[in-house]
């Protein structure tokens, strides 16, 4: 398994980022562009109906034929779906979660990436393998302990069961390596060492200033993976106790609070439109970021 | 590879490290002392020796803490009769031959292999034309990539509620297309096929950009004189595309199939919100359960915890199998590659 993962580095490129325009100079006709623009269409439009459907009335949104066109009630399916489900309390907890997963993946992805890229010690190798190989297991294997575990602590529909398992991530360490291995001389850590710079200083003064582009992008994906996380936060959280977005949104799905879809759709709203405002803004960026870690596995 | 100078026992000890907030400016290395302090090395020793270890530490103690041990402790219970809160009873390999007699399992089973195939297909041969057509120079390329892309930042409780709606039998607005077109509508939840084809689709909605532009990414780094010595043989646009932009790309794609495929094998939000009421049996008649979704029911609704652990091994024994054999396929097929490039080859030079 690992060895197929480890011979895509021949088609590497130098750098993460797509170019502008491709290497090939043919001009796209105008059935690329009907075609693109079909594959654009049927990527939006489920979010527009999305959004057109929270914006009417629970009646008129399973009436056929489906309504196509916005209509007036968004903001009182706004104010219901935030009161009296809860979904303000939901969006709050998936800020908290994904905020302290990004922050702590990125601190600890860089320190193990530099250490794994620039640093020798015995059985890097071998560990290096062991990280790649963990990312292949399914989470199905760790939830019946984990929550043996966490009902012994007292920690279901605690924050921290959901964010303790996620502190670091195999993809991040080996998403930080590969960069770090092309983007950071040896001869710079070394002019470091030399200068009689210890660890800490290394990282603080030479590792982490390099790094910080890939910090960032790694930062993006690991927002958007911990945001969107669904297996093991339905099992931790309850919809009605401490949960995140989509532990409320399945318990909106279930018709826990209501059976009425414009509300149960205006959860779903709720929860995609934070990510997609991240998206439209740094979208380039995050397009780099998947590509960068894909291409170089 | 960096090889990092080294205080060697008899040698020069290389300056100590400088002990942070000694008034140093933050970029300018700090004034080498000249006298050698045995401790001073000695640390110095051991902050070459110990920090790597220090760094890695994070993510070993985390994935021994909550992947390891839950994982071999899985192993454990799935030797056993157990309940939440309940002792244990060995039970040997009794939880694993009873999956082999329950048509529940196999049933999971081969649900969650139709609904991977139909939902990884499809996605990946959608996501290569839409990787080529991106290749091209393009107006708006900006705009096309984060389009394809939206689906991607869609959580699968989002995406599966909105779908469960266009899908709906009764008022979805597919079945009102379907109707506009002449076809009778499609019972999409009750019926096997179609609810099948319906979680695939959302799967594929989720996924295809996010594929299409690693495989572009891939595209990109495919040498230009490659295509240039292509046109020169009177290879047509397609012809390049087959023999030069897939064979390049091969690593990037047999990635993908991993990927997707480690994905496909562990699907359950989507079957489950897309159920409602029934999701956590994979509809009225099983008719999409999956092995995830089996193994929830089997841990969480009947609380045999023994038995939700087999499912889950078996989970990964599958998934080792799948690797094991995706391994041998791609090796082979370099093999045949190079020994016909070395048929050709010789044939050149005869």
Request: hydrophobic share 50%.
């Amino acid at each position: 398994m690992t060895r197929t993962l480890d011979t895509t580095t021949s088609t590497a490129p130098r750098t993460g980022r797509l170019r502008p325009s491709a290497g090939r100079q043919h001009h796209a006709g105008p059935l690329t562009y009907v075609l693109l623009g079909l594959a654009a269409l049927m990527s939006l439009f489920p979010l527009y109906w999305n959004l057109v459907a929270a914006s009417h009335s629970g009646e008129r949104v399973v009436e056929a034929p489906a309504p196509l066109l916005p209509g007036p009630r968004l903001f009182d399916n706004l104010s219901f779906a935030w009161n009296q489900v809860d979904m303000g309390e939901a969006l709050v907890n998936t800020t908290i979660v994904a905020g302290l997963v990004t922050l702590s993946t990125v601190l600890f992805s860089t320190l193990a990436g530099f250490a794994f890229a620039r640093l020798p010690f015995k059985g890097r190798g071998a560990m290096l393998a062991l990280v790649v190989a963990t990312m292949t297991i399914p989470p199905q294997l760790s939830v019946i302990p984990l929550y043996q575990i966490i009902t012994d602590l007292g920690w279901v529909d605690q924050l921290q069961a959901v964010v303790l398992p996620s502190l670091v991530a195999a993809f991040g360490v080996f998403f930080m390596r590969q960069f770090l291995i092309e983007a950071l001389p040896a001869e710079l850590v070394e002019a470091a060492r030399i200068d009689g710079a210890h660890s800490l200083r290394i990282i603080w003064h030479v590792v982490f200033p390099v790094a910080r582009p890939a910090m960032a992008v790694l930062g993006m994906l690991v927002f958007v993976q911990a945001w969107n996380d669904f297996f093991w936060p339905f099992i931790a959280l309850t919809p009605d106790g401490n949960p995140t977005l989509q532990v409320a949104l399945a318990g909106l799905g279930a018709g826990n609070h209501t059976v009425d879809q414009a509300v149960v759709l205006t959860g779903a709203l709720i929860s995609t439109v934070p990510l997609l405002l991240v998206f439209a803004v740094l979208g380039k960026h995050i397009v780099g970021g998947i590509t960068a870690g894909a291409v170089k596995n | 590879m960096a090889t990092s100078v080294r205080a060697t026992g008899g040698g020069s000890a290389p300056p100590a490290a400088q002990a942070p907030g000694s008034g140093a400016g933050p970029d300018s290395p700090g004034p080498r002392p000249s006298g050698r302090s045995g401790w001073r090395s000695t640390l110095y020793r051991l902050d070459l020796k110990a920090v790597p270890y220090v760094f890695i530490a994070p993510f070993f103690l985390t994935f021994a803490a909550f992947g390891l041990f839950p994982l071999i402790y899985t192993g454990w219970l799935s030797l056993h009769r157990v309940e939440l809160g309940g002792s244990a009873q060995w039970k040997g390999t009794e939880n694993y031959s009873s999956l082999a007699t329950s048509e529940f399992f196999w049933n999971a089973l081969a649900n969650t292999f139709t609904i991977g195939v139909i939902s990884t297909v499809p996605q990946l041969l959608m996501a290569l034309g839409l990787a080529h057509l991106l290749n091209y120079k393009l107006r708006g390329r900006g705009f096309f990539r984060v389009a394809i892309l939206a689906p991607y930042a869609t959580s699968i409780a989002a995406a599966t509620l909105v779908f469960a709606q266009l899908f709906n039998t009764d008022y979805g607005l597919i079945n009102t297309v379907l109707g506009w077109a002449g076809f009778d509508p499609i019972a999409w939840e009750s019926s096997k096929w179609p609810a099948q084809i319906a979680i695939s689709t959302i799967v594929t909605w989720r996924w295809t950009g996010y594929n299409a532009l690693i495989y572009l990414a891939a595209m990109q780094a495919v040498p230009q004189d490659l295509y240039e010595a292509a046109a020169l043989d009177g290879a047509t646009r397609w012809r390049q595309f087959l023999s030069v932009t897939i064979p390049s790309i091969r690593p990037t794609i047999l990635f993908t199939i991993i990927v997707s495929t480690i994905g496909a094998s562990q699907l359950f939000g989507e079957p489950m919100l897309f159920g409602g009421s029934v999701g956590i049996s994979g509809g009225s008649g099983n008719q999409f359960q999956t092995l995830s979704l089996l193994m929830y029911e089997k841990g969480w609704v009947t609380g045999a915890l023994g038995q939700a652990s087999a499912i889950a091994w078996v989970m990964l024994l599958l998934l080792l199998l799948i690797g094991g054999l995706q391994t041998l396929v791609s090796r082979s097929n370099r093999n045949r590659n190079r020994n016909r490039a070395g048929r050709i080859r010789t044939k050149a030079g005869s």
